[in-house]
């Protein structure tokens, strides 16, 4: 019974995280651009990094995503079998 919970939270973990890189530089407003660059740093570093709004907006679009997954495999039957096999195989 724990197993499929913990699978579960494994796959949602990873798509959080790969969510998170694809989230990170929407909305990034860079030192250069707003022409405020703080001594000793570089210029392509975040004038003002929002955390929480990073956490919030990938928690929500990873769960999207995850959800969209769960639907399509557990009660639509697609899974990753179904993709077309495009490169030969070699039996």
Same mark, same amino acid.
């Not at 990873?14 to 860079?30: D, H, K, Q, S, Y």
């Not at 022409?35 to 955390?51: C, I, M, W």
């Not at 557990?74 to 079998?81: A, H, K, R």
């Given at each position: ?8 939270? +494994?796959?949602?973990? =990873? %798509? ?6 694809? @989230? $990170? ?25 929002? +955390?929480?709004?990073? =956490? %919030? ?6 769960? @999207? $995503? ?26």
């Amino acid at each position: 019974m724990i197993q499929p919970v913990l699978s579960a939270m +494994a796959v949602y973990f =990873v %798509v959080w995280w790969i969510t998170l890189f694809a @989230i $990170l530089p929407i909305g990034l407003r860079t030192q250069e651009e707003d022409n405020h660059v703080v001594l000793g740093t570089v210029a392509s570093a975040p004038t003002k990094f929002r +955390a929480a709004r990073v =956490v %919030v907006l990938t928690t929500l679009t990873s769960g @999207i $995503l995850y959800g969209t997954w769960y639907i399509c495999s557990t009660y639509l039957g697609i899974s990753v079998d179904a993709i077309p096999q495009i490169v030969p195989r070699f039996d």
